[in-house]
């Protein structure tokens, strides 16, 4: 069992940054994939990034590539989203997730993840 806390949100103008981070409870941290999604309203969820297990390998969403950067620190058990270049379009609740310990697969797919946070809202005014 791991339970996620999502901290960093807030009310920012296009162009700036922000840096959200996501802090895991919880015995087994550094064996999980994390992630980060986002909603914004009337919209479905949709991905944002993941990070492996050891950090190395990463994936990002077209609409973030070159902006965003997902990291991690194991042994801090934290998730980190810095965001740079903010759109009015990031707008959204941003949510960290975490897979069960090892489990693989689509890295893009909201299933693969069993473990969410409460989601921190993050909004870009133009």
């Known amino acids: 069992q791991v339970q996620l806390v999502e901290s960093g949100g807030g009310l920012v103008q296009a162009g700036d940054s922000l840096r959200l981070s996501c802090a895991a409870s919880?015995?087994?941290?550094?064996?999980?994939?994390m992630c980060w999604f986002r909603q914004a309203p009337g919209k479905e969820r949709e991905f944002v990034a993941a990070?492996?297990?050891?950090?190395?390998?990463?994936y990002y969403a077209d609409s973030v590539k070159g902006r965003f950067t997902i990291s991690r620190d194991n042994a801090k058990k934290t998730v980190y989203l810095q965001m740079n270049s903010l759109k009015p379009e990031d707008t959204a609740v941003y949510y960290c997730?975490?897979?069960?310990?090892?489990?693989?697969?689509?890295?893009?797919?909201?299933?693969?993840?069993?473990?969410w946070g409460q989601g921190t809202q993050v909004t870009v005014s133009s």
């Open positions: 997730a975490a897979t069960p310990p090892s489990r693989g697969g689509s890295y893009y797919y909201a299933g693969l993840y069993d473990y």
């Open positions: 990070i492996l297990w050891s950090g190395g390998t990463t």
């Open positions: 919880g015995r087994t941290f550094s064996n999980r994939a």
